[in-house]
Every structure is written in C-alpha cells, then in structure tokens.
C-alpha cells in the first residue's frame, strides 16, 4: 500500500521549489536593504544639497543681510507683540491653547536666525507657564531658557493653581526660580493652597535678600489671613531693598505676608483673590500712607481695604495725592465719602464699579 502522507508533510519536488523560492526572497531581501541604505544615503544627501542652495539663496535675501543688531531689534518687538497676544489668547478651535513660543519659533527658520537667536539672551530672559494650558511641567526647558539668558534679567510669569496632581513638579520649578530672585525684573506668581508659597518663597523674606533689577511684582498666593489687619507699610520681602520697583500687584493674603517695598512704587494693585476668601484690612493710618505715596501714578483698589468706621473726615486733613493719574475703584464701598477727601490733581481718568453711593 502506497504510504499515506501525512497533513504537515511535503513533497520532495515542492520542497525543492520551497528552498528555491526562499533563496530568491533572501535575495530580494537583501536587495531591498541595500536600496533602503541607498534611499536614506540619498535623502541625506537631497538635504545637504537643499541646506547649501539655501545658504546661497539666503545671500540675496535682504533682511538677512541686516547687521545682528538691528535682527535683534526686530526679535525683541516680535516677542512683546507675542506676549501680548498669548495675554489676550482666549480660545481656538474651542480648547485653550498657546501657541509655540516666539523664540523657540525664530530658532528654528533658519540657520542664521537660529545662530543670532541662541545667542541673543534678551531673547530666552522671558519665561511663562500656566497649568490650565499645559500640565507637563517644563523644568527642563526651564532650565534651557535660565542658561540661554546668561545674566540678563528674568520675567517670570507662573499660574499653578489647582495643580494637586503635579505639586510635587511645580515646587521644583518655582524653588529654581526663586533661586534666581536677584535677576528677576518681572515676577508674577498666582497659586492656590496647596502651593506652601510661603516656604518656596523663603529666600526672598531673609534679611539680606535684595532685588536689585525687580520691576514689578505680583503675587496671589491664597494664604488664609481671615480677619488680619495690615497696620504698617513694612517691607516683609526684600528687606534690603528693591531699588527699581515701579509696580506691585497683591492680592488680600499678600498684603498680610508678601508685602514688597514701597518707596518708589508708581504703580499699585490690590485685589480680592476668588481662590483664598478673607476678611484682610489696612488700618486707616497705614491705608492713608498708603494713598500718600508721593511716587503714585496708578492705584487699582478692588476690595474694601479699611473699616468705614476708623475714618473720620472731620478730624482729618485731606489725602494730597500729586502724582495719581488714574485710579480704578471696585466694590470699595467707603469710596464715595474717601472721594471728596482726596486732592488729585494731575487725575485723568477715573474707573467706578460695583459701589453703593
């Protein structure tokens, strides 16, 4: 009887075509990675011919042919207009979002432009992050952005409220920016409770601690400081001094544990922080040194900063404010009797809201 074959058993003759076909898919094989290594050799090369025809080309483009100096220019006005762009920023495409930032943008155009871009530290000194647009913390492009800029003077712009998921990350971020407080010229910081503000913020409260290119400091730091009393204009960051600061932005718990100095402000915010409800006042005197300030040229009052009761304008002389050119007022219901005690007048403008008269 002719032996049966079994289901995985082949035949002699089609095993023999069997290797033949493999032999021949082998070689096909190797034929298609030699044609792969010739490809990315090609595209390599396709790319080098690309980047020296545009090296050439490059030679006739007019703006290319500005001295560094006059290039730099145009980055800076270019990154201030992005600023305020990412500033006015609401929605696109229905999500919140931010565009890439100018300078990493100007970097990657071209070679020149990157060259005078990495090399411009004006350029890399601005830094911003807010945990409602990105949740990765970026402490590595952080650091990047702290070597570029050399010494150059930081603005420092941080929202990480409601950040419970990657506090850890955002309290290394912020100790390395405060690391660097001596080079700030503009720090903004908005945090909620679970930011320990205060004890990120130590180095700033020491002694010796001194800001000399700060320009402007805000801070919303949401510390609960319910039914406190501010009773004197003593500096409690920077005690050694801040000798260019021209604006201050607080919000109520600030004004109990942040307050910055004072002696050159033209420019004051106190604000009612939604995150942090308290029940914070000036006493009247302080609140009165306070709108006393010869320096004053902006005051922003959004919250009712004294107790109506502690001010008497009969036993008091008027508040001479010489400088003031605008002041904003907001559910500050003592305002409409303060009004007529104030003597401003270089005053331009005037903002009313949310007042019972």
């Known amino acids: 009887m002719p032996r049966k074959i079994k289901q995985f058993d082949v035949p002699e003759t089609s095993q023999a075509e069997l290797a033949k076909l493999q032999q021949e898919k082998n070689e096909y094989e190797a034929r298609r990675d ?32 500005l001295p560094n100096e006059i290039t730099c220019m145009i980055f800076d006005y270019a990154l201030v207009l992005s600023v305020r762009m990412v500033e006015d920023l609401t929605m696109i495409n229905g999500e919140t979002k931010w565009p890439p930032g100018f300078e990493v943008v100007i970097s990657h155009v071209c070679h020149q432009w ?69 080079r700030w010229r503009r720090f903004t910081l908005m945090a909620d409770s679970a930011t320990l503000v205060t004890s990120i913020l130590r180095p700033i409260f020491q002694k010796s601690a001194s800001a000399p290119m700060l320009e402007h400091f805000a801070i919303c730091p949401a510390i609960g400081n319910d039914g406190q009393e501010v009773r004197k204009l003593e500096a409690m960051v920077f005690k050694k001094g801040a000798p260019n600061l021209r604006s201050v932005m607080l919000t109520l718990s600030a004004t109990i544990t942040c307050f910055p100095p004072i002696d050159n402000l033209t420019t004051i915010r106190l604000e009612k922080d939604s995150y942090c409800p308290s029940n914070v006042h000036f006493s009247w005197p302080v609140f009165r040194n306070l709108l006393s300030l010869r320096s004053l040229v902006n005051l922003s009052i959004m919250f009712d900063t004294f107790r109506e009761s502690e001010f008497k304008p009969e036993k008091d002389q008027p508040i001479e404010m010489n400088s003031l050119k605008h002041l904003r007022i907001a559910k500050f219901d003592p305002f409409a009797n303060l009004l007529l005690f104030i003597r401003a007048p270089l005053l331009e403008s005037l903002t009313i809201k949310d007042i019972w008269f």
């Open 34 to 65: 030699l044609l792969k290594a010739d490809l990315f050799r090609t595209e390599q090369k396709i790319t080098e011919l690309q980047s020296k025809c545009g090296v050439i080309r490059n030679t006739s483009v007019p703006i290319l042919k």
């Open 114 to 182: 990157r060259s005078i871009a990495l090399s411009y530290p004006q350029l890399w000194s601005h830094f911003r992050y807010d945990i409602m647009h990105c949740s990765l913390v970026p402490s590595k492009r952080f650091d990047v952005y702290l070597e570029r800029s050399r010494s150059m003077g930081l603005e420092l712009w941080f929202n990480v409220r409601s950040a419970s998921k990657t506090i850890g990350d955002i309290h290394k971020l912020l100790k390395k920016a405060v690391h660097h407080f001596a």
